[in-house]
């Protein structure tokens, strides 16, 4: 089984909803059930994923990511990697980070990219395409925040 990291765009057309940590349990549960209509109002758009282990590799500038807490506490991504995070669509630096990510994973000359964990004295490996994809799909779900207030993006941690 693998440990991954889901980034979802939901679309609330009702943004009154309260959103509390019950609302994005919903959401989970619903994204499990291959249930993607929240309510008349509420659905998921899409989702992205970041297996853990390169979530993990990176995970020192996860650091200088802020997000939101569903009890509204600031906090970075990474002080949040088991939990649930609002990424807010003026958090400029997410988009940079991940597209500089895919851009060092691109330069991969293999189908698999192979990371050396120091710490852990081992590798991890992903396939390249997959990765990428999903890469610049979390990509994209950010530029649509931008233009739409009724757009929200939220990362569930392992």
Known sequence: MQIIHH????ENKNIRVEKDIDYYLKVLRNLIDE?????KDSKILDVGIIHDDLFSY???FFDWIEVEYPYY?????????YGISIIGKENRKFKVLIKNIKDIL??????NITLIRKLYSDTISFEKNLTIDNLNKIINMFDKLK???NLEMVHYGI
């Open 7 to 10: 980034f979802i765009l939901i």
């Open 35 to 39: 249930d993607y209509t929240l309510s």
């Open 58 to 60: 990176f995970y020192e």
């Open 73 to 81: 506490r600031r906090m970075t991504l990474s002080e949040n990697k």
């Open 106 to 111: 691109y330069l991969c000359p293999a189908d």
């Open 147 to 149: 233009n739409n207030d």
